[in-house]
């Protein structure tokens, strides 16, 4: 592991002007990814600015739904009363992650920075596009069970890994982050990227900008929700397929609905225009299905992951019927 | 038949479900396991791997890590050459290197080793390390090992010309084609017994700790075989000196051994030799990684299993041909006459005429091993091949296969029982473990379901596994290791106040030895189990024995322990008839008493007696009450069990759900009833695990593919069924208390019922076998290509 300085922060500001002090710095909260990260040698900063003291762990209601802070722990956020009365998806969608031990440490932030578990990507003897721009893939053409079949590039097929991201996807969550210019508000859908030819990027996220808060709002769209996320082991494993959906069924009818995928795309994999064209449709089996197909068109496979297209189109149709 | 507690529950003798002695200290942490060990001035050992399966090495430059901040040394192969210390003997009397000078033959293997003063100065100098490599198109597929083609990989052996390592066969040949060539049903299965890990809790370490001043080596490491580990130092280092009495073993508690910790790794010799060079304790912990890449893998056997038989149900011979894909080197740890462990156990709870069974062992670019995971050696490997091809057999001729068990079991009648490939079974009672699981599970409401489901499209499965084991290696004729006999020891001494010591052979590793024994000597002698201290794992004290694996322990020491503990006894009844002034004949024992025939009211305890040997012993009769006994046991024990698990599998993930796992186990007499539901519980996690979730995965290239924890899918809690165990008790006729031995049944008999229960959901879609590891990904696959889904 190579050599690395450590300073902590006490204040959001303090953070970002720490962090822009030197090139190769990073922020460092639960630890649960970058760590592994570093050992690897995946990542191997210079300097480490330690966020975990930051004031902002705290989960409120608002007037709008509720603000997550963004070093709220994913247990405690799992846990959390306001949470799972307003948004149980979101703990569902959590407490299908990881070990307990891990959601210890996570924090919302974090989370949502998870990079991807790319086998390139983490063995640094292979070419991996993400890791070191320009080396190239080895996913593609090598094993690749776990890679996308949606939205990828010729430059890289790497998944994003986090149940939460998909929860927050389908939760239409808005990002708050603070930087040396400012503050501004990322909306879910725009906040994770697709690869292109630059997927050294997971986030329009820039360098010295760090994640305040999470925000959920409220919406009338009531109805079920359901995380319904397919998998190697029951615990411990990360997704070959999940779903977040939200469905309102109003005398047989799709009254609003929001489905998001995981473990398909470089980002939680969402398409509103599917989701309009629901509206007013029976809420049965052969609508589900097709709405399946949509958000699935276009699905590229892989040597290895051709499964994940008819495993997404039963889970998005199986997670529809277990909230109809 | 069941079994009655003969003695009270204040003397905690056999069938008392005492809570176990060791638990205090594990529960509070305070057990000592050998990271714990501090010594002054202990320097810190890492280890150099290769990225390469197969490689030159052309330079090892250690210049920058020699630099590092508190870098003692770097150690390669050419330093240990000087010392005739780079290769060493395996087990299986293969040869393996300590640290290469010219070639890797793995990845992961062992390039070179740092002594540091501090761990991380150890880690730091690791990477600094540079090596220089040229790489080398390895033998990956072991079914291409034998092409001409293949590089041979064994060049250091003289006039090797191809990757062969050995042949076996055992059975009649003749016999068996011709029962074959004229049978009515022949069914025919390729299958592959995956290679996993032990993947203890406890990865393996050492502290070798040389003294130069008293020309002798304390190694403090995580060894289920302490004594036997010193020997093989004596062997491999006493010409530097270290003779075996110079050598003491000190194995402290482990964290989990299930064969994993027999071997001796290359760490543990390199340790050494760091030790022995500069005068400090080195202390060598692997890490997880190293741990699950490097250290010995179980099973990988590639079998094509075959059985005859009518067309109503009766099994007329079966065929078994292994490829046993062995890594670069045999170090595998059975039995030395046993190349394929107790494979041939293979014909399994039936009776029937004719075996035929061959195995041919090759080199490939892997890690070595072979070990016997939790199993007495192939057995695991054995019991799949049969319970597979009784399962595939009863689907070709379409009959009930818990029926075709039952029409095709050796008779309780027919015990002792001989079999093909020349065992002799001490005894079974295979139907009522059957009935007792099919009436647990209610077989016939779950086969009417079944029906029910299958006609909806709903895929459910039940699956039957009636195994029979073979452990306690074993009888001296047959059984050794490096030529040292399979005896195991127990010395019992008494104190004067009526406590006893005992020390063992064998080593435990979670088995709870501290408890059993004492429960076996309490039983014998009447003392309280509370009040008998047992130990095990110093070569210094405890008697010589060849340790804890396959089952061995309760057959083997804890024979000793009964049989040293009635010389006792015998002792016990001269001193009573002295002081009670009787003839022996005229006493008559009761735990923890003699009393005069008929004058009960005259009597001795066994504390009083105790007392006397050492104040008031008859005249001729030597003083003190200490026994000690090498038990070598007249034949193996055959633990056998019935299991039923049930499946649900979903159509549309490939998710496969056990609903239900009915475990019925025969271990013989029982000595703790908890402790043997505990050992049947983490057996069965370790029987799903192979069968649902574990595989070590190669590329072409020789790297692992699942080479972390994250992605060898070790089953967690939440992956555990509810387990439902119960027994059965046919005791075995020659061990002294009737015991046979549990720890491996569940782990031996769990995966084909479980691969039998998931076949059986998936057959009438024409799907007749799958192998194990069974993933939903190939229960979805496997429906995809029959066009079911």
Redesign the interface.
Known sequence: ?KLFSYAQATKPADAVQLLGAQTQSKFIAGGTNLVDLMKYDVESPDRLVDISQLALTQIDATDKGLRIGALARNSDVAANALVMKQFPLLSEALLAGA?PQLRNMATMGGNLLQRT?C?YFYDV?QPCNKRAAGSGCGAIGG?N?IHAILGSSPSCIATNPSDMNVALAALDAVVQVTGPNGSRSIPILDFHRLPGNTPQRDTVLEANELITAVDLPTTAIGGKSHYLK?R??????FA?VSVAARLAVENGVVRDVRIALGGVAHKPWRLPDVEKNMVGKPATETTFRSAAKALLAGAQPHEHNA?KI??AE??I??ALQTVS | MTQVCKTSKAIGGMGHSMKRKEDGRFLQGKGNYVDDIKLDGMLYMDIVRS?YAYAKIKKIDSEAALKVPGVLAVITGRDLEQYNLHWMPTLMSDTQMVLPTDTVMYQAQEVAAIIATSRYAA??GR?AVRVEYEVMKPVIDPFKALDPSAPVLRTDKPGKTDNHIWHWEVGDKARTEAVFASADVVVKEQMHIPRIHVASIETCGCVADYSKVNNHLTMYMTTQAPHAIRTVIALVAGHVGLTEEKVRVISPDIGGGFGGKVPVYPGYVIAIAASFLIGKPVKWIEDRSENLQADSFARDYHITAEMAGTKDGKILATRFKVLADHGYTDASANPSKFPTGMFSIATGSYDYGTTFMEADAIYTNKPPGGVAYRCSFRVTEAVHAIERMTDRYALEIGKDPAQLRFDNFIPKEAFPWHSPTGWIYDSGDYEAGLRKAMDAIDYEGLRKEQTEKRAKGELMGIGISTFTEVVGAGPSKDFDILGIKMFDSAEIRVHPTGKAIARFGTKSQGQGHETTYAQIIAEELGIPAENIQIEEGDTDTAPYGLGTYASRSTPTAGAAAAVAARKLRDKARKIAAYLLEVSEDDLEWEPGKFFVKGAPEKSKTIQELVFAAYTNHPQGMEAGFEATHYYDPPNLTFPSGAYICVVDIDK??G?IKVRRFVAIDDCGNIINPMIVQGQVHGGLTQGIAPAM?ESLIY?DDGNI?NGTL?DY?V??A??SPNWETGHTITPSPHHPIGAKGVGESPTVGAPPAIANAIVDALSPYGITHLDIPI???KV??AL?EKGA?
């Not at chain 1, 190697?232 to 494993?237: F, L, N, P, T, V």
């Open positions: 592991m070990s578990r086998h003897s094993y069970r397919v190697d082991r029951a615990s411990y494993a070959l499964f008819q495993l039963n889970a149709v199986r | 990225p880690r730091d990477e549309e993930t998710e979730y590329d593919l994250m899918l089953p967690t939440v992956e993933t939903p990904f979805w696959k995809k889904i």
